[in-house]
């Protein structure tokens, strides 16, 4: 595999590990409500340090395959798709009819942003 065909690949690989990192960033303190918000914000931007360490890696690589608004619709994509394994799962939170149809309604949104006009 060139490495041209391996980037976009390689992109989205870094972009879900990168969302995993994001969600426990962001997300991950819910569980947890009975530590300070100070440690909170701490352990999270510790977190974060390594999302970032793996999405800019992925924009870069993938830049040039894909365009900056392909990016970042993959990411949200993804986040969401991320975002909705670890709230049923990490929170215990059960997703519900009208969470899959706004996800779907979000995911048809982004059909449109890969169309080749």
Avoid: D
Wanted: with cysteine.
């Amino acid at each position: 595999m060139s490495t041209l065909t391996a980037a976009p690949i390689i992109a989205i690989l870094l972009l879900i590990a990168s969302n995993v990192f994001m969600t426990f960033a962001w997300y991950g303190h819910l569980a947890y409500k009975s530590a300070p918000i100070w440690a909170a914000i701490f352990v999270s931007w510790g977190i974060a340090f390594f999302e970032y360490c793996l999405q800019v890696p992925a924009n870069r690589i993938g830049h040039g395959y894909f365009s900056a608004a392909q990016l970042k619709t993959i990411q949200e994509v993804i986040t969401l798709v991320v975002f909705a394994v670890f709230s049923a799962t990490f929170l215990n939170e059960p997703l519900r009819w009208n969470h899959a149809v706004g996800f779907g309604f979000i995911a048809f949104g982004a059909f449109f942003v890969f169309l080749k006009v």
